[in-house]
Nanobody
């Protein structure tokens, strides 16, 4: 229903920063909660961050609090994930996702649309 296209992944040294972008199609972008998830090899997909349709509320996994920031620009139909102080354990494929729900937002199953994923690799 909503097409999501990610960009911004890459290779960075520990302590560095990256900003991921996710561009969405459609006319009702501001109606969707947007989330970021990540999945490392051999691990389940895990919640990273989510942001309300207006951008007024956000939620973060404990592992990224204070280091990552989610934001959105509804005029550009884009959501961002600013990642600072990156650690090797942040290495994963990062996915953006959209949902019309407002609860259970840390659960991947509530999201209706997913991006293709972008690889983030953090080296020492």
């Amino acid at each position: 229903q909503v097409q999501l296209v990610e960009s911004g992944g890459g290779l960075v040294q520990a302590g560095g920063s990256l900003r991921l972008s996710c561009a969405a199609s459609g006319r009702t972008f501001s109606s969707f909660v947007m989330g970021w998830f990540r999945q490392a090899p051999g691990k389940e997909r895990e919640f990273v961050a989510a942001i309300s349709g207006s951008g007024g509320s956000s939620d973060y996994a404990d592992s990224v609090k204070g280091r990552f920031a989610i934001s959105r620009d509804n005029a550009k139909n884009t959501v961002y994930l600013q990642m600072n102080s990156l650690k090797p354990e942040d290495t994963a494929v990062y996915y953006c996702a959209a949902t019309g729900y407002s609860t259970w937002l840390r659960k991947p199953d509530v999201y209706d649309s997913w991006g293709q994923g972008t690889q983030v690799t953090v080296s020492s």
